[in-house]
């Protein structure tokens, strides 16, 4: 990658499919079923030392379906937290939408979860953000806050590249953070 990444920078992360390993077409609703990816704790610790601000952006309509609580939700990220810095990674905040509406502007694609995390952390420069995740609708959010795009090929190894919304794309969380060094 030829992004000079420092402490500037912001990093936009989905989590299933980039962090943890998704359950198709269904919902991770406890944190018995997370499954952290191989490599992932690790890849968390070199991107804490390269990022400013690290911060999750996911759509949890699982939540909006009744399906879980907030209160499970919670469980499964303060847990997930708890082992990312455990092994000296960061999170500062994460960001969910559990609404079932599209057209939502906190549901991702829509640009609505950068927008809160630009007003809790004002120093976040759209202009040195990248966002990753596994989705196309990932990388379209991406685009509507003006972010560089890298892509997953964990869960839709499918996705075409080279790609309009698709800036960079690597196998998995841990081959994009050793791209950085």
């Known amino acids: 990658m030829s992004l000079n990444i420092d402490k500037t920078w912001t990093l936009f992360i989905d989590r299933d499919g980039v962090i943890n390993h998704e359950k198709k077409e269904d919902y991770i ?5 997370f499954m952290f990816y191989d490599g992932v704790k690790e890849a968390m610790k070199i991107l804490n030392e390269k990022f400013g601000v690290i911060v ?8 909006g379906k009744g399906l879980m609580s907030k209160d499970e939700l919670h469980n499964i990220h303060k847990n997930m937290v708890d082992e990312i810095i455990k092994e000296g990674g960061r999170v500062n905040k994460i960001y969910y939408c559990t609404d079932l ?15 809160q995390a630009k ?16 989705k196309p ?41 050793k791209a950085l060094k």
Not at 56 to 63: A, E, F, K, W
Not at 101 to 115: E, H, V
């Open 29 to 33: 609703l406890h944190w018995d079923e």
């Open 56 to 63: 999750m952006v996911t759509n949890q309509r699982g939540v």
């Open 119 to 134: 007003q809790d952390f004002p120093e976040i420069d759209f202009g040195k953000s990248i966002m990753v995740g596994n």
């Open 101 to 115: 509406d599209n057209t939502s502007i906190n549901r991702k694609p829509n640009a609505g979860m950068a927008l």
């Open 137 to 177: 609708s990932d990388m379209q959010f991406g685009r509507n806050a003006g972010v560089q795009t890298v892509f997953l090929a964990t869960t839709n190894p499918e996705v075409s590249f080279p790609n309009a919304l698709i800036d960079y794309r690597f196998n998995d969380l841990l081959e994009f953070a």
